[in-house]
């Protein structure tokens, strides 16, 4: 099947203007498989990693949502271990008028302020509402051991 | 003048034949040739005895007789007795031989009537000489070199020359006693004299009061016995007046003693003067040319009328028939010319008022159409006419232009190239044979005298020629031929006419321009070398212009002229100029003239505005054509009318002016060189100066009152006679031999459209086409396909008309193009009545207030609505927006993924929300924005194009009118002034297809067949004249064969047909000659349905027999079955 128009127009835009602090990079064997690098936001537990993530537009992409999870390991009320990702606008709030570019925008938002209300990850999600301040160190740490490129 | 002595008893006469009043009764001094008009003698004929005979053409003694036909009946004995009835004895016999001049007829009359009696067995004739001195000295002298037109040689024929001899009435004018007896010679003369005090004088008063036509008879005194009676006196008196005849008069009978008022029955001897063969060109001439500022009905052409029957009543009289003639028997002829004149008196007598007016003050006349006169032509009639004009000879040989003509020309072009230098340069065909003209007649002069004495002839002058149509005599053979050095270049728009011309003046330049250019900037040529054309104007002379050509064109074509002319011309090889406004005030004069040939333009382009305005300005000097230095000062080398029908109106001032415009070679361009009269063609062969068809009394007489008086045939025959040589027509439909068009047609696209019917639609379609099946099989199974015929067709025809649009379904009295519509809308009544089918078309006809609220929305959301359009869409990031969809909300998408996504949402029993807001979204309230950019109307915004919104679902009610209307629009986008034609076989489809098109902003017309001829005509001139972009919706029955549409580029077939012959056919009507871009045809076809069943059907046949005709109504139920079985399959 061709590539739509509007993921090629995309993914032009994602090379021609990247957004500071993100990359994504689709496969040359597969124009809906991309490879995302997010780079935590500063003054955030996760400033200094560079997340990798990977993300997959399905057929009926932009009616549904893209597919999207972290590779690297990240310590975060709003992703579980698979590296899924618990945000609205990846459920029931996506709309066809976003993109991979607000998405990624929006996950890297997520980054900088985690909603442990709305957990995806529940031991996460505990320990964050528990002691929030030993569950930032703990984010800190796994971000210099996962993130941090040596 | 003298007369031979004639006495003896009046012989008792009766008529059996016409012929025989010939013979002569002057038997007492058995020398029946005494009495002979005293014109000439009989040098060449030693036989003649008579002093005073008339000159004979040839020596064929006895062949032909006085006054009778050439070819009657020899004497024979056997004959004779048949005919009269018993056996005669030799004796008498012999004395009819002897003066029956071999005729049978005569014989028998002398017989019958006792005259033979006083004849004797003919005694050698006592010769009895009179010489008369008056016209012997010139009657014998023959010089057969000369021609008769050149006065030095006038002596080739006699001052007069006897043609026949009749029988006529007078009555007495005065009393007495041996007044007048049998063989008494009496003078003819006219002349004018008081009307006779006399009880008959009501009845002369009459005929003088409209015109004296008095003719008396005196004897040799001069004293004046009587007169001859009205019905004779008429044309008698023309014929004397107009120095046609002379009669001389022998008394057959008259009362021994004469009372006034007595019947006298005379012979009259008629011979023709010499002077009617001469001068005759230059009093026609005259005639002709004598207004270039006074024109209509004059003096002269009613002479010229009354000369025109007299004779044809003179020759009807004497029984003179034509030896040679063209087509219709010559008697008849003449009936119909004398009808034709009548008709002219009788309009004269009608208004004579307003046509003296007109003749006195030209200023009147109109300059454009108005106060035609003429009966219109019925477009077969012009059909029929057109196609003998256009049958044109591939074998025509071709000339190349010349090497400075810098386009290239197609074969046609080339061969009219060589006809238009052939018609230039007069060089005639000479492998046509040279036939006579069709208006003459040829006579032979008679061999014998009403005395059946042999006549003196002369030498190469057996014959002489009459022109019965306009009473014109000859002496030589008149040839057909025109000399006219141009012509009518008539093909039909498209194929290179203003190329053509361009290609002519470039091959086919004067002596003086060659030589100009070959010398340089020095001048060669002496005006002696010069053909010129005859003086025009009597009031001066148009100085010779003889390198430039004059184009006169309407005035938005000048420009176009110019630019031709450049592009068909190698640089600086052809020097144009426009004539118009300000640059007018160049002085042609010099500019044009001989010494300035070097430098003279070889074009000058002008515009009928510029030719009667500058010849107002003369006729307001009296006609001095230098007066002004310009057009009408020069005697051009070529004249060049372009859409000549703008001359159509002879009596229009345009018209006149271009009649003066003075050229050696005269061209017309036009396609339609007969817009709907006759006439129309007069003003052409008028302004070309065609003899003799340029003379309006002629041209009248010969074709319009014919035409008037039904005679179609005949009129039309002459026509193309007239247009024969003259004009040159090719039509975008003609062939080559090898059979290839020509000039080749642009290609053709046909695309099929996939139609997706919506849900709604397909639900109806589903529930019409399970009925017909099951009405179908039903009738299958019980056997009575054919008697359910009509039931069935319908309600395929109803399945047919639900993939157009469901609410034909229902429409009860649909307006089906099709021979079973009436039965179809029977049927349909039964589905009209269906609940179930009500409920599924009724989400069709739900009415909307859309009209309301696109009027409601603040004009800020407009605008930004129509800025927005230019965004992407955010869904598929198409940019623009497809088919931009706003939401009750206002944000925009394409209207495709708007409704997808509604479509997603609904699936997954999602409350459908807004892809930007996420507002619950109201599947209502949902607006198409139409875009009025390439409107007709626009023009007033100055921010940016209008837009209103359209409730989306209103004219989404069906598939094919979205694709249509989505269509077009981007045709219109893309390109904005196309014209488009719409057909469907269903014209209650074409009434649902005008609102959508309404709405979309985009005009439109409609053709269909409930409107009359001429509403038809106005739509098509309205689509052709049209400048924008418009849409000609058509019914495929009303518009599939004829129409011309080739101003229109793209076809949209809205319904399959059951033969594609039929749908071939009209789309022909859009790529057919004269198409010159390519045509792209859409046939739209609902898709998994009876179209693309019935687009099968047509694949395997190929064509249907019975869409041509031939198979019987019962052969083409049987083949309909079959197409139904396969369509319900």
């Known amino acids: 099947m061709a590539l739509p128009k509007r993921i090629q127009k995309e993914t032009e835009r994602l090379m021609a203007e990247?957004?500071?602090?993100?990359?994504?990079?689709?496969?040359?064997?597969?124009?809906?498989?991309?490879?995302?690098?997010?780079?935590?936001?500063?003054?955030?537990?996760?400033?200094?990693?560079?997340?990798?993530?990977?993300?997959?537009?399905?057929?009926?992409?932009?009616?549904?949502?893209?597919?999207?999870?972290?590779?690297?390991?990240?310590?975060?009320?709003?992703?579980?271990?698979?590296?899924?990702?618990?945000?609205?606008?990846?459920?029931?709030?996506?709309?066809?008028?976003?993109?991979?570019?607000?998405?990624?925008?929006?996950?890297?938002a997520l980054l900088g302020a985690p909603n442990p209300d709305d957990p995806l990850a529940a031991d996460v999600a505990k320990s964050w509402k528990e002691d929030e301040k030993a569950a930032i160190a703990t984010a800190k740490q796994w971000t210099q051991q996962y993130a941090v490129p040596k | 003048?003298?007369?031979?002595?004639?006495?003896?008893?009046?012989?008792?006469?009766?008529?059996?034949?016409?012929?025989?009043?010939?013979?002569?009764?002057?038997?007492?001094?058995?020398?029946?040739?005494?009495?002979?008009?005293?014109?000439?003698?009989?040098?060449?004929?030693?036989?003649?005895?008579?002093?005073?005979?008339?000159?004979?053409?040839?020596?064929?003694?006895?062949?032909?007789?006085?006054?009778?036909?050439?070819?009657?009946?020899?004497?024979?004995?056997?004959?004779?007795?048949?005919?009269?009835?018993?056996?005669?004895?030799?004796?008498?016999?012999?004395?009819?031989?002897d003066h029956c001049g071999n005729n049978v007829e005569r014989a028998i009359n002398l017989y019958l009537d006792g005259t033979w009696r006083t004849l004797k067995r003919k005694a050698p004739p006592a010769v009895k000489i009179r010489p008369n001195l008056k016209t012997t000295t010139q009657g014998n002298r023959i010089n057969p070199k000369a021609s008769s037109r050149a006065p030095t040689t006038f002596h080739s024929m006699p001052e007069s020359r006897y043609i026949g001899v009749f029988g006529a009435e007078g009555w007495a004018t005065r009393s007495g006693s041996d007044l007048l007896k049998h063989s008494d010679i009496v003078k003819i003369e006219r002349q004018k004299i008081q009307p006779p005090k006399t009880k008959v004088q009501s009845r002369l008063g009459a005929a003088v009061r409209r015109n004296d036509v008095i003719v008396r008879f005196t004897d040799r005194t001069g004293r004046e016995i009587g007169r001859l009676a009205k019905e004779t006196a008429d044309w008698v008196s023309t014929l004397i007046d107009q120095k046609i005849c002379k009669f001389e008069g022998v008394c057959v009978y008259a009362p021994e003693r004469l009372r006034t008022n007595d019947t006298v029955v005379l012979q009259l001897r008629c011979s023709l003067l010499r002077s009617c063969f001469f001068g005759r060109d230059f009093q026609v001439a005259d005639n002709r040319d004598a207004g270039l500022f006074n024109q209509g009905e004059s003096i002269e052409e009613k002479n010229l009328r009354q000369r025109q029957v007299a004779l044809v009543k003179l020759f009807q009289e004497i029984n003179l028939v034509p030896t040679r003639a063209n087509s219709a028997a010559a008697k008849h002829r003449r009936q119909e010319l004398l009808q034709a004149a009548e008709m002219d008196d009788k309009k004269d007598k009608e208004k004579p008022v307003v046509q003296s007016r007109a003749q006195d003050n030209p200023a009147s006349s109109p300059n454009s159409d108005e106060n035609e006169d003429g009966q219109e032509l019925e477009q077969d009639q012009l059909d029929?006419?057109?196609?003998?004009?256009?049958?044109?000879?591939?074998?025509?040989?071709?000339?190349?232009?010349?090497?400075?003509?810098?386009?290239?020309?197609?074969?046609?072009?080339?061969?009219?190239?060589?006809?238009?230098?052939?018609?230039?340069?007069?060089?005639?065909?000479?492998?046509?044979?040279?036939?006579?003209?069709?208006?003459?007649?040829?006579?032979?002069?008679?061999?014998?005298?009403?005395?059946?004495?042999?006549l003196p002839q002369v030498a190469d002058q057996p014959v002489f020629y009459i022109n019965p149509y306009s009473g014109d005599l000859s002496l030589e053979f008149p040839r057909q031929e025109q000399h006219c050095l141009g012509g009518i270049l008539a093909d039909e728009m498209g194929l290179g006419k203003t190329i053509q011309m361009l290609s002519l003046i470039h091959t086919h330049r004067s002596d003086v321009s060659i030589q100009a250019r070959q010398a340089g900037a020095h001048q060669v040529a002496s005006v002696n070398q010069l053909p010129r054309l005859p003086t025009v104007s009597g009031t001066s002379i148009a100085l010779n212009a003889p390198c430039t050509t004059l184009v006169v064109a309407p005035m938005s074509l000048l420009a176009q002229w110019q630019s031709e002319a450049e592009k068909a011309s190698k640089e600086s090889t052809l020097k144009s100029m426009v004539y118009y406004g300000t640059e007018k005030s160049a002085d042609l004069l010099t500019l044009c003239s001989q010494a300035n040939a070097a430098n003279a333009p070889d074009l000058i382009i002008t515009s009928y505005g510029v030719v009667l305005s500058e010849f107002n300005q003369i006729a307001a000097k009296g006609g001095n054509r230098a007066s002004t230095r310009g057009l009408f000062s020069l005697n051009f080398f070529r004249v060049i009318l372009d859409e000549a029908h703008n001359i159509k109106n002879r009596q229009a001032k345009t018209s006149r002016a271009c009649y003066e415009i003075a050229a050696e070679h005269r061209w017309a361009l036009t396609g339609t060189p007969i817009v709907n009269k006759l006439e129309d063609l007069f003003s052409l062969v008028r302004f070309l100066r065609v003899e003799p068809w340029n003379n309006f009394s002629f041209w009248r007489t010969f074709i319009t009152l014919p035409f008037e008086s039904k005679d179609f045939v005949r009129a039309l025959d002459v026509v193309q006679t007239v247009?024969?040589?003259?004009?040159?027509?090719?039509?975008?439909?003609?062939?080559?031999?090898?059979?290839?068009?020509?000039?080749?047609?642009?290609?053709?696209?046909?695309?099929?459209?996939?139609?997706?019917?919506?849900?709604?639609?397909?639900?109806?379609?589903?529930?019409?086409?399970?009925?017909?099946?099951?009405?179908?099989?039903?009738?299958?199974?019980?056997?009575?396909?054919?008697?359910?015929?009509?039931?069935?067709?319908?309600?395929?025809?109803?399945?047919?008309?639900?993939?157009?649009?469901?609410?034909?379904?229902?429409?009860?009295?649909?307006?089906?193009?099709?021979?079973?519509?009436?039965?179809?809308?029977?049927?349909?009544?039964?589905?009209?009545?269906?609940?179930?089918?009500?409920?599924?078309?009724?989400?069709?006809?739900?009415?909307?207030?859309?009209?309301?609220?696109?009027?409601?929305?603040?004009?800020?959301?407009?605008?930004?609505?129509r800025d927005e359009a230019s965004n992407e869409c955010p869904i598929c990031a198409e940019e623009p927006i497809i088919d931009q969809t706003v939401t009750g909300c206002w944000h925009s998408a394409c209207k495709k993924c708007l409704l997808d996504y509604i479509q997603y949402q609904t699936d997954k029993n999602e409350l459908p929300r807004c892809f930007q807001c996420r507002e619950p979204i109201n599947s209502r309230?949902?607006?198409?924005?139409?875009?009025?950019?390439?409107?007709?109307?626009?023009?007033?915004?100055?921010?940016?194009?209008?837009?209103?919104?359209?409730?989306?679902?209103?004219?989404?009610?069906?598939?094919?009118?979205?694709?249509?209307?989505?269509?077009?629009?981007?045709?219109?986008?893309?390109?904005?002034?196309?014209?488009?034609?719409?057909?469907?076989?269903?014209?209650?489809?074409?009434?649902?297809?005008?609102?959508?098109?309404?709405?979309?902003?985009?005009?439109?017309?409609?053709?269909?067949?409930?409107?009359?001829?001429?509403?038809?005509?106005?739509?098509?001139?309205?689509?052709?004249?049209?400048?924008?972009?418009?849409?000609?919706?058509?019914?495929?029955?009303?518009?599939?064969?004829?129409?011309?549409?080739?101003?229109?580029?793209?076809?949209?077939?809205?319904?399959?047909?059951?033969?594609?012959?039929?749908?071939?056919?009209?789309?022909?009507?859009?790529?057919?000659?004269?198409?010159?871009?390519?045509?792209?045809?859409?046939?739209?076809?609902?898709?998994?349905?009876?179209?693309?069943?019935?687009?099968?059907?047509?694949?395997?046949?190929?064509?249907?027999a019975s869409s041509l005709g031939m198979m019987s109504d019962e052969e083409k139920r049987v083949q309909r079955i079959e197409d139904i079985r396969e369509l319900l399959s």
Not at chain 2, 424 to 430: A, H, S
Not at chain 2, 758 to 767: I, K, L
Not at chain 2, 815 to 834: H, M, R, S, Y
């Open chain 2, 1 to 97: 003048m003298d007369f031979a002595e004639l006495d003896g008893p009046p012989s008792k006469r009766r008529r059996f034949f016409s012929g025989a009043e010939a013979q002569e009764d002057g038997a007492t001094q058995q020398m029946p040739l005494a009495a002979i008009p005293p014109t000439s003698s009989p040098h060449t004929t030693p036989r003649c005895t008579s002093a005073n005979a008339p000159p004979q053409p040839n020596g064929r003694p006895g062949a032909v007789d006085l006054g009778t036909n050439p070819v009657s009946t020899a004497f024979d004995q056997a004959t004779f007795e048949s005919f009269v009835g018993e056996a005669v004895s030799s004796d008498i016999i012999s004395i009819l031989r």
């Open chain 2, 384 to 454: 029929a006419l057109y196609k003998k004009a256009q049958s044109f000879d591939f074998n025509t040989p071709e000339a190349e232009p010349a090497d400075t003509f810098a386009m290239t020309l197609r074969p046609y072009q080339k061969q009219s190239l060589y006809w238009m230098m052939a018609k230039e340069k007069d060089q005639r065909n000479k492998e046509r044979e040279e036939s006579m003209h069709p208006l003459w007649e040829e006579y032979t002069w008679p061999l014998k005298d009403y005395d059946d004495k042999d």
């Open chain 1, 18 to 108: 990247p957004v500071p602090g993100i990359s994504a990079i689709p496969h040359e064997d597969n124009l809906r498989y991309f490879d995302v690098e997010i780079h935590g936001p500063s003054s955030s537990p996760y400033e200094g990693g560079v997340f990798k993530l990977e993300l997959f537009l399905p057929d009926d992409y932009p009616m549904t949502p893209p597919k999207i999870r972290f590779l690297t390991k990240i310590f975060h009320p709003n992703v579980d271990k698979l590296g899924r990702i618990c945000l609205d606008v990846l459920k029931n709030n996506w709309s066809p008028a976003l993109q991979i570019r607000t998405i990624l925008l929006s996950i890297q």
């Open chain 2, 723 to 865: 247009l024969e040589p003259l004009v040159m027509r090719r039509t975008k439909d003609m062939k080559t031999p090898d059979g290839l068009p020509l000039v080749p047609l642009p290609p053709k696209h046909i695309e099929i459209v996939d139609i997706e019917l919506s849900r709604a639609e397909r639900d109806v379609y589903e529930y019409v086409f399970t009925r017909a099946k099951r009405t179908f099989t039903a009738n299958v199974e019980a056997g009575t396909v054919m008697k359910a015929f009509t039931s069935i067709f319908a309600q395929i025809l109803r399945l047919r008309q639900s993939c157009c649009h469901p609410v034909l379904v229902r429409h009860l009295n649909a307006n089906v193009d099709d021979e079973e519509a009436a039965a179809a809308a029977d049927a349909a009544a039964g589905l009209a009545d269906d609940m179930d089918l009500q409920s599924l078309i009724e989400r069709f006809t739900a009415t909307t207030d859309d009209a309301a609220d696109s009027n409601a929305f603040g004009a800020h959301v407009l605008n930004q609505i």
């Open chain 2, 925 to 1104: 309230d949902l607006f198409e924005v139409v875009r009025h950019d390439n409107d007709l109307d626009n023009g007033k915004s100055d921010d940016g194009p209008r837009i209103t919104l359209q409730r989306l679902g209103v004219n989404n009610s069906s598939a094919k009118i979205v694709t249509l209307i989505k269509q077009l629009r981007e045709l219109r986008q893309e390109r904005p002034t196309i014209k488009s034609v719409v057909f469907s076989q269903f014209t209650s489809f074409l009434s649902f297809i005008e609102p959508a098109l309404a709405r979309a902003n985009m005009h439109f017309v409609r053709l269909d067949g409930s409107m009359s001829q001429k509403a038809r005509a106005a739509v098509l001139e309205e689509f052709k004249e049209s400048k924008g972009f418009t849409v000609l919706l058509l019914s495929l029955k009303a518009g599939g064969v004829g129409l011309n549409l080739t101003m229109a580029k793209r076809v949209f077939m809205m319904d399959p047909w059951w033969s594609f012959a039929i749908e071939a056919q009209a789309i022909d009507r859009v790529h057919r000659m004269g198409q010159e871009d390519e045509v792209k045809v859409y046939r739209f076809i609902a898709k998994d349905s009876v179209e693309e069943r019935m687009l099968r059907i047509q694949d395997r046949k190929k064509f249907i």
